[in-house]
């Protein structure tokens, strides 16, 4: 089989779906790569070094689909790339189903195969395959870096011959992959760092990491009013009036302290509740910034305006871009090029470039959406958690 891979033709997509050290590993299963000139090259990969990794460089994006069998990218296809499958080809990306509808019955018209890296079932066989928690991961690591390029002031204390400084504090809204990502990049720079999230079974995670997780003002003790927006399989449930009222009032209350807010919170299925207000951005000290990684779902905070940092009237910058994981393309290529790589060694038992999509696998069945003419998302429940 010939794994083909196309440069991104998103606007500002900096990732690619391949690096050197994953063709490496393909090759062992079997596989030869093709890669379209200059795809590595905005992710720090020149067409010289996949060649040294012994990936063929073809001219144009036709030539990868005309000749892969499998595509591996990262966005979901554009309507001029799905035009490009046909029968017998498998392409791997990104595609969100749920959300593009018209995208997934173009691709089935096409006959292809499409594994939708956003629909791997979240067990722990298919962590390795997990693009949306690596993804996560690395947009944690960067909201926190893109704060602190925006905030003028140190996250560690300090005692200095020219005065003393105090440490940042820093509140992270929604403790999910990419919340804790961020509380361990707040804490390893020095700020006492603050976590709020309505699963109150994170709050031992929010705590290993250093950071002090809020609590509610419940009667119960340890949280036990806080389960109110707990779900089933780890995903968050809307909190009831009651519950919010309470969050709020929380959150005002810290506003005035709080030199960065971070937040994650989102709920599948819907827009992303709105928990940092305008008031509270009216709260906060002049020089804070918001960071808002729910953005591309309408954001957390009120003042988001998706893909733009704004600077709200009293001088609180509001960070909403939707790329963090683009923004750090070396680093999230090559985890995204490792998950895909661990998704074609499940494809390819035999190690011998010969590809089995085992629709008894519950990983391949579950990311599976379209295969050989039919659209087949959503998949059945998986038999094993
Ligand atoms: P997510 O991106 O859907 O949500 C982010 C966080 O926002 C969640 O922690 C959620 O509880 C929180 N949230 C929602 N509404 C909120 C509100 N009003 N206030 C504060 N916080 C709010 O979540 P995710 O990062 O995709 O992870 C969800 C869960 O799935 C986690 O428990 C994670 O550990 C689990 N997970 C499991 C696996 C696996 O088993 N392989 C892989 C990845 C994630």
Not at 205 to 213: D, L, Y
Not at 350 to 371: E, F, P, Q, Y
Request: aromatic fraction near 6%.
């Amino acid at each position: 089989n010939k794994v083909g891979v196309p440069r991104e033709i998103t606007a500002g997509e900096s990732r690619v779906g391949l690096t050197p050290e994953s063709a490496l590993q393909l090759v062992k299963l079997g596989h030869d790569c093709l890669v379209e000139t200059g795809a590595g090259l905005s992710a720090g990969f020149s067409d010289e070094a996949y060649r040294a990794a012994g990936v063929r460089v073809v001219a144009t994006r036709e030539a990868v689909y005309a000749e892969g069998d499998v595509i591996a990218k990262v966005r979901p296809p554009q309507a001029d790339e799905v035009a490009l499958l046909s029968a017998g080809k498998t392409l791997i990306s990104f595609f969100y189903p749920a959300q593009n509808k018209d995208l997934l019955e173009q691709a089935r018209e096409t006959g292809a195969s499409v594994i939708a890296m956003d629909m791997v079932p979240r067990i722990s066989r298919a962590q390795k395959m997990d693009a949306l928690s690596s993804m996560a991961n690395v947009a944690g690591y960067r909201a926190v870096i893109e704060a602190g390029s925006n905030f003028g002031r140190f996250f560690t204390g300090q005692v200095t011959a020219a005065g003393k400084v105090p440490p940042a504090k820093v509140l992270v809204i929604g403790a999910g992959v990419a919340g804790l990502a961020a509380i361990g990049t707040a804490t390893s720079l020095g700020a006492i760092t603050y976590a709020f999230d309505v699963r109150p079974e994170v709050a031992e995670q929010i705590e290993s990491m250093g950071a002090e997780f809020v609590y509610l003002d419940f009667a119960h003790s340890q949280g036990g009013g806080q389960q109110d927006g707990a779900a089933t399989g780890g995903y968050a449930a809307p909190s009831s009036p009651e519950f919010r009222e309470k969050q709020l009032a929380k959150f005002r209350e810290l506003a005035p302290e709080i030199d960065i807010v971070i937040t994650t919170a989102l709920i599948p299925g819907r827009d992303a509740p709105k928990l940092w207000l305008e008031d509270m951005v009216a709260a906060m000290k002049p020089g804070s910034v918001v960071v808002d990684l729910a953005a591309e779902r309408g954001g957390n905070c009120d003042l988001t305006v998706p893909d733009q940092k704004i600077v709200s009237p009293n001088g609180v910058t509001i960070v909403g871009y939707t790329d963090f994981p683009s923004r750090m393309a070396a680093q999230a290529s090559t985890l995204y090029a490792t998950n895909v790589r661990h998704m074609l060694s499940d494809l390819t038992p035999g190690k011998d470039g010969v590809l089995v999509h085992n629709m008894d696998d519950d990983v391949i069945r579950g990311a599976t959406v379209t295969k050989a003419g039919e659209i087949t998302f959503p998949p059945p429940p998986p038999k094993i958690q």
